[in-house]
């Protein structure tokens, strides 16, 4: 079946510096992927979807400035947080649609990226 | 997405099976019924998905209500491994916008061996 991968799985980062995560769809193309965070014990928050060749658009309340998004090909987009601070810390999560399966079937979750921001 | 109603936890023993409401009063025609599921420290995974007619799959089975308004997944022998948070969704449909989910906060099943 279809995959998403994240990578890093986890990530330890000093405060002020910045980090990317990447969001893979192994064996099809996605010309829209979304990224979610997950604070501990709480729901998927979606953040932004991510759009092949164009900005992103970014939910209400979420800084564009900081958290950086790039959709530059099919199966990458890249989510970079800028200057982290410890607030920062979550579980990121994106998900991608199989284009082929139409406006209706699954959608394909990556392993999340535990960020931890010290 | 419309809105959907799913009790906060729920428990099971082992082989047995499971039913994982869902209620969802102000579905549209056109709106699916997606089910995902969520271990933990993982990303959500996709469990099964049903229009009107009862959907199943080798991992679960979805009962429709003949209205719509309400669902049930089934986990017809809940092992171990299914201990998870169960979420309904009804994903906007068509459009740019599908893929864009919006999570409640779900059903956290607990498995007793």
């Known amino acids: 079946g279809a995959v998403v991968s994240q990578h890093p799985s986890w990530v330890i980062c000093k405060s002020g510096t910045s980090v990317k995560i990447e969001c893979r769809s192994l064996?099809?193309?996605?010309?829209?992927m979304f990224w979610y965070r997950q604070f501990p014990k709480q729901s998927l928050m979606l953040m932004a979807t991510s759009n092949e060749g164009s900005k992103a658009t970014y939910e209400q309340g979420v800084e564009k400035d900081k958290f950086l998004i790039n959709h530059a090909s099919l199966t990458l987009s890249t989510l970079t947080v800028t200057s982290a601070h410890p607030e920062d810390s979550s579980f990121y999560i994106c998900?991608?649609?199989?284009?082929?399966?139409?406006?209706?079937?699954?959608?394909?979750f990556g392993e999340g990226s535990r960020l931890t921001v010290l | 997405d419309a809105k959907t109603t799913q009790p906060n936890s729920m428990e099971s023993n082992e082989e047995e099976p499971v039913h994982l409401p869902c209620n969802h009063s102000t579905i549209s025609g056109t709106d699916y019924i997606h089910w995902y599921r969520q271990l933990p420290s993982q990303g959500p995974e996709y469990v099964i998905h049903?229009?009107?007619s009862n959907v199943n799959n080798r991992m679960a089975s979805l009962a429709i209500a003949e209205d719509r308004k309400s669902s049930t997944l089934i986990l017809h022998r809940a092992t171990l491994r299914d201990a998870a948070v169960y979420y309904c969704i009804l994903p906007l449909a068509g459009g740019t916008s599908y893929g864009k989910l919006t999570f409640g906060q779900g059903t956290i099943l607990t498995v007793h061996p």
């Open positions: 049903g229009l009107t």
């Open positions: 064996d099809f193309q996605a010309t829209t």
């Open positions: 998900s991608a649609r199989d284009e082929a399966g139409g406006k209706t079937g699954e959608l394909f």
